[in-house]
């Protein structure tokens, strides 16, 4: 993107604080006196998920009053977001689309942006600012630096060997999250929560491991005061959030009437299930519509193992069938009862707390799915897999197999990610697989060949995807059979027989 470039349409006036009284009447805008709000989060990971979800949340309550809880938000790497973000006042717009219609809502609860990488250091300041009393993340399943499959720190990640040797300019989540409250600590501060919004199978639980291993490499002493003093509650977060596209910035300026040049698309839909455990407070969540509650753990697996699971399923074999987007994937009416049969064999693995209607979940979920107006595209879901197998879909096989019930719908779902990861599709062409092991799955392909018998054990041998549930005979024929059909018969076909037994 170049923020100074003109698209088609473009007015030259930019969305920014003096503009407010060009926007048309039905704009929503932020309904508090921005001046007055001071940051009490800083936000690592400001990309469009951040900005469409938890940033709407904190719009809300700053409208109810909680001014001294804005936000600073920090880019690990790139410039992108701060250098379209800065010229406007950090404001932008969320763009909520339904097949309705469209609905324009301007966010004022992002008051400033940081670069880690450009000054790494100043992040640091500002994690260690007194006035943070959260550090939320939203940087991906590979933002962690570690083993999906064990949930331990990965020491060997280069990110993490830099960090350890500059503590004080760090790189990687972990390595600012420490940093900072290493500085804490060191000043007699109290320590900031550290609010994980990823989509990690026990998400405070995972990183309070991940941080304090991580400390505990600086200083054991440092470890036991982050295990001690921190909270790290786990959160459910859930709204789909796809790429912004040129086509969908020009559609959101010329509705404003002036040019927004990172706004963001979403859904209707929103969730936000937060484990009730701050320990240098929050704004009142629940009035903006937060679910507290004292265990998410159930909430979390529903979610990954209904939603991500069955939108990963979509994602490889949607993809490899030639599907553009999700939406697209489920006018297919097979793809969209796989979906649903993804969902009914992961209900099964749930124990839910009274109440809850994981068929009418299931059925929200499949709405939400097939959103004509959201372009949501197989690729991105298909990213990072290696990072995302093992909680949308392995823990369940597992737990099924402890059952002893049959795993092929999800077996399935895994050789289309193998089929997907070998990097050619059903016509031969390239496909741009983008996942921190590409390299090394590409490479296991290329030495297996297309042959299913041995591309499934070669891929299923990769340990920190599979850990010893590679081994399992039942998973291994399984996976095996489901790949040999995909390439015997390609993935829309696979998927049509495959509900026919
Ligand atoms: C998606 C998620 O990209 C993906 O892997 O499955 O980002 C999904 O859209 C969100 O988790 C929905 O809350």
């Given at each position: 993107?170049?923020?100074?470039?003109?698209?088609?349409?473009?007015?030259?006036?930019?969305?920014?604080?003096?503009n407010?009284?060009?926007?048309?009447?039905?704009?929503r805008?932020?309904?508090?006196?921005?001046?007055?709000?001071t940051?009490?989060?800083?936000?690592?990971?400001l990309g469009?998920?951040?900005?469409?979800?938890?940033a709407?949340?904190?719009?809300?309550?700053?409208?109810?009053?909680?001014?001294?809880?804005g936000?600073?938000?920090a880019?690990?790497?790139?410039?992108d977001?701060?250098?379209?973000l800065a010229p406007?006042?950090?404001?932008y717009?969320?763009a909520?689309?339904a097949?309705?219609?469209?609905?324009?809502?301007?966010?004022?609860?992002?008051?400033?942006?940081?670069?880690a990488r450009?000054?790494?250091?100043?992040?640091?300041?500002?994690?260690?600012?007194?006035?943070?009393?959260?550090?939320?993340?939203?940087?991906?399943?590979?933002?962690?630096?570690?083993?999906?499959q064990?949930?331990?720190?990965?020491?060997?990640?280069?990110?993490?060997?830099?960090?350890?040797?500059?503590?004080?300019?760090?790189?990687?989540?972990?390595?600012?999250?420490?940093?900072?409250?290493?500085?804490?600590?060191?000043?007699?501060?109290?320590?900031?929560?550290?609010?994980c919004?990823?989509?990690?199978?026990?998400?405070?639980?995972?990183?309070?491991?991940?941080?304090?291993?991580?400390?505990?490499?600086?200083?054991?002493?440092l470890g036991?005061?982050?295990a001690?003093?921190?909270?790290?509650?786990?959160?459910?977060?859930?709204r789909i959030?796809?790429?912004?596209?040129e086509?969908?910035?020009d559609?959101?300026?010329?509705?404003?009437?002036?040019?927004?040049?990172?706004?963001?698309?979403?859904?209707?839909?929103?969730?936000?299930?937060?484990?009730?455990r701050?320990?240098?407070?929050?704004?009142?969540?629940?009035?903006?519509?937060?679910?507290?509650v004292t265990?998410?753990?159930?909430?979390?697996?529903?979610?990954?193992?209904?939603?991500?699971?069955?939108?990963?399923?979509?994602?490889?074999?949607?993809?490899?069938?030639?599907y553009?987007?999700?939406?697209?994937?489920?006018?297919?009416?097979?793809?969209?009862?796989?979906?649903?049969?993804?969902?009914?064999?992961?209900?099964?693995t749930?124990t839910?707390?009274a109440?809850?209607?994981?068929?009418?979940y299931?059925?929200?979920?499949?709405?939400?799915?097939?959103n004509?107006?959201?372009?949501?595209?197989?690729?991105?879901?298909?990213?990072?897999?290696?990072?995302?197998?093992?909680?949308?879909?392995?823990?369940?096989?597992?737990?099924?197999?402890?059952?002893?019930?049959?795993v092929?719908?999800?077996?399935?779902a895994?050789?289309?990610w193998?089929?997907?990861?070998?990097?050619i599709?059903?016509?031969?062409?390239?496909?741009?697989?983008?996942?921190?092991l590409?390299?090394?799955?590409?490479?296991?392909?290329?030495?297996?060949?297309?042959?299913?018998e041995?591309l499934?054990?070669?891929?299923?041998?990769?340990?920190?995807?599979?850990?010893?549930?590679?081994?399992?005979?039942?998973?291994?024929?399984?996976?095996?059979?489901?790949?040999?059909?995909?390439y015997?018969?390609?993935a829309?076909?696979?998927?049509?027989t495959?509900?026919?037994?």
């Amino acid at each position: 993107m170049s923020s100074s470039g003109k698209a088609k349409g473009e007015t030259t006036m930019r969305l920014g604080r003096a503009n407010f009284d060009g926007l048309p009447p039905g704009i929503r805008r932020p309904a508090y006196d921005r001046s007055r709000v001071t940051p009490g989060i800083v936000h690592l990971g400001l990309g469009a998920f951040h900005r469409a979800h938890q940033a709407v949340v904190i719009d809300d309550c700053l409208a109810a009053g909680a001014a001294s809880w804005g936000i600073i938000g920090a880019s690990l790497r790139s410039p992108d977001t701060r250098d379209a973000l800065a010229p406007q006042d950090h404001l932008y717009t969320v763009a909520v689309r339904a097949a309705e219609g469209t609905e324009h809502r301007i966010i004022g609860a992002l008051l400033d942006s940081v670069v880690a990488r450009e000054n790494p250091a100043r992040l640091v300041d500002r994690m260690a600012d007194p006035a943070i009393r959260i550090v939320s993340l939203t940087v991906t399943e590979k933002g962690y630096c570690h083993t999906p499959q064990t949930g331990d720190l990965d020491e060997r990640h280069p990110d993490v060997v830099h960090d350890l040797n500059h503590p004080d300019t760090p790189r990687s989540a972990p390595g600012f999250i420490v940093a900072a409250l290493a500085r804490r600590r060191a000043q007699g501060l109290t320590p900031f929560t550290v609010l994980c919004c990823d989509n990690l199978a026990a998400n405070g639980h995972t990183v309070q491991r991940i941080m304090t291993q991580f400390a505990a490499l600086r200083s054991k002493d440092l470890g036991k005061w982050i295990a001690d003093a921190v909270a790290f509650p786990s959160t459910m977060v859930d709204r789909i959030v796809p790429e912004t596209l040129e086509a969908d910035r020009d559609a959101v300026s010329s509705a404003l009437g002036m040019r927004d040049a990172w706004p963001v698309m979403t859904e209707p839909f929103t969730q936000w299930v937060v484990e009730d455990r701050f320990c240098a407070g929050r704004p009142d969540l629940a009035a903006a519509g937060v679910e507290l509650v004292t265990d998410v753990r159930p909430f979390e697996l529903m979610k990954l193992r209904l939603l991500n699971a069955s939108h990963s399923a979509l994602a490889y074999l949607g993809y490899l069938a030639g599907y553009e987007t999700i939406a697209d994937t489920m006018t297919d009416p097979h793809f969209a009862r796989l979906a649903a049969r993804v969902m009914e064999e992961a209900a099964v693995t749930l124990t839910m707390p009274a109440g809850t209607d994981l068929a009418a979940y299931g059925a929200s979920l499949l709405r939400r799915f097939a959103n004509p107006a959201l372009h949501h595209r197989t690729w991105q879901i298909a990213m990072d897999g290696s990072q995302k197998l093992p909680q949308r879909l392995l823990g369940a096989m597992q737990d099924r197999l402890d059952k002893n019930l049959p795993v092929e719908t999800h077996a399935l779902a895994v050789a289309g990610w193998m089929r997907y990861v070998t990097a050619i599709d059903e016509q031969g062409r390239a496909i741009d697989v983008r996942d921190p092991l590409a390299g090394e799955l590409a490479a296991l392909a290329r030495a297996a060949g297309t042959v299913a018998e041995r591309l499934a054990p070669a891929l299923l041998g990769v340990g920190k995807v599979f850990g010893p549930l590679g081994d399992d005979p039942r998973l291994r024929e399984a996976v095996t059979s489901a790949l040999g059909r995909l390439y015997a018969q390609g993935a829309r076909r696979a998927v049509e027989t495959h509900l026919s037994t």
